[in-house]
């Protein structure tokens, strides 16, 4: 398991045994597009529990006959199309966690993440960065995943007729034309949650779009199996969800999409109120990572550098010009995405570079 190390943090106590919680993707189970603080729960869990999910891409119409089954259909032909908005995610949840309040934080250790199928789907999509440069034009491709190696390689591709607008829209591609594509090239598997969080303190609907400090859609790779998140609470209970989830994403995610694919996502919920921060962190086994959005990727940096100041400051005890050096020297800053309306950009700080004691 993934255990925090953050010196002084100790993971609140349990007054519950450990449980695991089946949490199975049906119409009942998910929500399409949003996240919103008066969506009642699928699932009510304590803090330590641990939860198996079924993370469904809304990518899957993309190649129904390779990455669908009847349950991924049942959901897809049952959610209307109008109960699809503001935002484009096939999100399961809410997950209730007992006890939590706002001011609080939801540490999600993510234990394991399996592909459902053997298929994901790429789109230069029209919200890709450089749509106008290929003339305006959509593409699909279909990578196959190969379990052997962990690699993934170009299944197909074809150009999307018309304009990918509709969430969860299926396409027949065996009636469209297919090209081959990237022969001779494999990229590594790395599964990942693109979108997960907790739902803000607004009322309604908020789109799933845009990422925040609720978490949301921060398309950061780096959260996979082995990575701890930790998410601010705003709402009682916490309301967390998962969706969007992908085997393989560059930082920028330049065309509109990773490689879009269902998974199976075993991780543990624990209940933090011994610290607070103002936006999701992220703890991989080699670095702490910080994120900042917004829609001016300036602004972006800003507020990533700002938080890794804080984050130095408050939880490794460097006086703000000691962490302000550091970050010059040690610290990673990169663009997380620039697809998602509200743009992020990321800081990573090694662990390494600290003494035993302070990892």
């Keep these: 398991m993934a255990h925090s190390v953050i ?21 009942e189970t998910c929500h399409w597009g949003y996240f919103d603080p008066s969506l009642a729960p699928v699932l009510t869990v304590n803090s330590g529990d641990l939860v198996q999910a079924e ?31 503001p935002g484009v995610h096939l999100m399961t949840g809410p997950i209730y966690v007992k006890d939590a309040k706002p001011g609080d934080m939801l540490e999600v250790r993510y234990l394991r993440m399996v592909p459902r199928f053997d298929y994901g789907s790429n789109l230069a999509a029209n919200w890709g960065h450089l749509y106008k440069e290929f003339g305006e ?46 022969n001779g090239v494999r990229v590594p598997v790395r599964p990942h949650l693109g979108t997960a969080g907790v739902a803000p303190d607004v009322p309604g609907r908020i789109s799933t779009i845009p990422p925040g400090a609720h978490g949301g859609n921060i398309d950061n790779w ?28 560059g930082d920028g995610e330049i065309s509109g999409t990773a490689i879009e694919a269902s998974l199976d996502v075993l991780f543990q919920i624990v209940l933090r109120k011994d610290f607070e921060f103002p936006s999701p962190l992220l703890e991989t086994p080699n670095y702490w990572i910080v994120h900042g959005f ?8 800003r507020n990533a550098s700002l938080d890794m100041l804080k984050f130095l400051n408050e939880e490794r005890d460097l006086s703000k010009d000691d962490a302000y050096s550091l970050m010059s020297i040690s610290a990673d800053f990169t663009v997380t995405q620039v697809v998602d309306g509200r743009q992020g950009v990321h800081v990573r700080m090694p662990r390494t570079i600290f003494a035993p004691d302070k990892k």
């Design 137 to 182: 034009k959509e593409r699909v491709t279909i990578y196959r995943l190969d379990r052997a190696t962990n690699q993934a390689e170009a299944h197909y591709a074809y150009d999307y007729p018309g304009l990918y607008e509709t969430p969860g829209k299926i396409t027949n591609c065996p009636e469209c034309d297919r090209h081959k594509a990237l």
């Design 55 to 85: 993370a469904v891409t809304h990518h899957a119409g993309d190649a129904p006959e390779l990455m669908m089954d009847d349950a991924v259909r049942h959901i897809y032909d049952t959610i209307p199309e109008s109960d699809r908005n």
């Design 222 to 249: 780096r959260i996979g199996a082995g990575a701890t998140m930790f998410y601010p609470v705003a709402v009682d209970g916490g309301l967390f969800s998962v969706g969007d989830p992908h085997i393989s994403q």
């Design 294 to 301: 917004d829609e001016d990727l300036n602004v972006a940096m």
């Design 7 to 27: 010196p002084g943090f100790k993971a609140a106590s349990h007054a519950h045994p450990t449980a695991l919680h089946l949490l199975k993707a049906t119409p």
